[in-house]
């Protein structure tokens, strides 16, 4: 037969090279030192900050995308606004914007959010997507050690049939940045090693600063950022605004380090 445009490939190597090539990587990051989980704008934002570091970062998302709603900006309309100084991260990843107001900037939700993803990617950062946190690996004191996740579509089968046994990944510092859910510290929570507050109605000027001024370690091993910090604390909420959680993000990752750093022969 006549050769083609394409190279001479067929199913099965195709099929290997997504088998094999997955579970490479898998296994490489089944221990790490940071676990990002929810890739919305915050966790992208601290997930790069530390690739660029030189540290090993997985972002655990549940969905099939990445960006949460930093692709679709506020009432389905796909603009995202930032209060200054905020468009400096846009700055860093070449997203064009304009000033819409003094201290207002506005930018195109598709653009900064793809362009975000890609420089989470250029950093090094590895994404398991379609996955959700199930439990926690708790060690002495209840120290967060990593994750236990599945498969997020085991969690729409009939119950009868969901003896699905997830698998853990280790890590050194975990980080919940999975928005209003909270949903890492609710496995705590679930626990009654702490308590949430939920977060309050939407004061976009208070929730930027609060937010921002409260990303941080809230249990040893675990860090809070983006609106999951609003949830944990019982801050208002900030709408269709992102600035708070790219420098929450960026905040969330120093945090990290400081961690990590302190952790060096442990």
């Given amino acids: 037969m006549e050769r083609g445009l ?4 067929g199913e099965k190597e195709i099929t290997r090279a997504i088998l094999e090539g997955f579970a490479a990587e898998l296994g490489e990051y089944l221990e790490s030192d940071c676990i990002v989980v929810g890739g919305g704008p915050a966790g992208l934002v601290a997930a790069r ?11 655990i998302e549940k969905n099939n995308y990445l960006g949460g709603g930093f692709w679709l900006g506020g009432f389905l309309m796909n603009k995202v606004t930032l209060r200054d100084p905020a468009q400096e991260v846009l700055d860093e990843i070449g997203v064009p914007y304009r000033e819409w107001s003094p201290g207002l900037f506005v930018a195109d939700g598709p653009h900064a959010c793809s362009r975000l993803i890609a420089a989470a990617c250029d950093a090094g950062v590895k994404i398991l997507n379609m996955a959700s ?3 926690l690996v ?3 004191g209840n120290r ?12 729409a089968l009939p119950r009868q049939i969901t003896c699905v046994d997830p698998v853990a990944l280790e890590t050194r510092v975990v980080v919940d940045a999975t928005g209003h859910d909270a949903e890492v510290v609710a496995k705590l929570e679930e626990r009654g090693v702490l308590s949430t507050k939920g977060f309050g109605a939407m004061w976009v000027e208070s929730s930027e600063d609060q937010v921002v001024e409260k990303t941080g370690e809230v249990h040893p091993g675990l860090v809070v950022t983006g609106m999951s910090v609003a949830t944990f604390y019982g801050l208002p909420r900030m709408g269709p605004t992102f600035g708070g959680m790219l420098l929450s993000g960026k905040k969330a990752a120093h945090q990290c380090m400081r961690m990590l750093d302190s952790l060096v022969g442990v």
């Fill in 6 to 9: 394409f190279a001479k490939v």
């Fill in 138 to 140: 708790l060690r002495e």
């Fill in 49 to 59: 900050e530390l690739a660029l570091e030189g540290r090993k970062v997985l972002i």
């Fill in 133 to 135: 946190v199930e439990d």
């Fill in 144 to 155: 967060v050690a990593g994750v236990v996740v599945n498969w997020t579509p085991v969690q």
